[in-house]
């Protein structure tokens, strides 16, 4: 079992930046593949990001290619999500997940751990 907490949420205006952080629970964090993904109300939860467990290959939503960076750090267990040049449409509940396989993976329904969420909410 592996316990995922997320945290760096808030409001923040269009064209600024956040940093979400996901500190995973176990020792073995860097066995696992890790993702970020959203969820706007009434939408269904999109992909944003992944990284392998190694931390060396990522994979981004072209939604998000070039604003958003997913990185990792294997000694610290946690994930991070720097996000900058924020738009109204990044508005979202983002969430942080785990996969037990090394590469990337955009496919929520692949995923073995989920963490519980954190508001991201972008104002015109």
């Known amino acids: 079992q592996v316990q995922l907490v997320e945290s760096g949420g808030g409001l923040v205006q269009t064209g600024g930046s956040l940093r979400l952080s996901c500190a995973a629970s176990?020792?073995?964090?860097?066995?696992?593949?890790m993702g970020w993904f959203r969820q706007a109300p009434g939408k269904e939860r999109q992909f944003v990001a992944s990284?392998?467990?190694?931390?060396?290959?990522?994979a981004y939503a072209d939604s998000v290619k070039g604003r958003f960076t997913i990185s990792r750090d294997n000694a610290k267990n946690t994930l991070y999500l720097q996000m900058n040049s924020l738009k109204p449409d990044d508005t979202a509940v983002y969430s942080c997940?785990?996969?037990?396989?090394?590469?990337?993976?955009?496919?929520?329904?692949?995923?073995?751990?989920w963490g519980q969420g954190t508001q991201v909410t972008v104002s015109s």
């Open positions: 997940a785990a996969v037990f396989q090394p590469l990337v993976n955009t496919l929520p329904g692949r995923y073995d751990y």
């Open positions: 176990r020792r073995t964090f860097y066995t696992y593949a």
């Open positions: 990284i392998s467990r190694s931390g060396g290959n990522t």
